[in-house]
């Protein structure tokens, strides 16, 4: 993950895990590494980052990501059926 202002890039391709869910997302938002307002980039997915009941909230369009697990999976998916859909 690197920052620059106010964007955050994610530069990590996601691996399942069968072990205890760590949020990221909200140890960044404690850590103060990402704040409201900011953006994260992973691959040429933007969103941006709200707090909703004090939580970091990442949003792509109108749908809200509570994590970044959930948004990097999301995307994931997306590339890999449309890169298969020839």
Do not use: C
């Not at 900011?38 to 691959?43: A, C, D, F, N, R």
């Amino acid at each position: 993950m690197t920052t620059s202002d106010n964007t955050v890039e994610i530069r990590s391709e996601v691996k399942l895990q069968k072990t205890k869910y760590i949020n990221y997302l909200q140890q960044a938002f404690k850590l103060g590494i990402i704040k409201e307002k900011s953006t994260v980039k992973y691959k040429n997915v933007i969103a941006k980052v709200s707090i909703l009941d004090e939580q970091a909230v990442l949003f792509y369009g109108d749908i809200p990501y509570y994590s970044f697990y959930k948004f990097m999976l999301t995307f994931d998916k997306f590339y890999t059926s449309s890169t298969h859909d020839t």
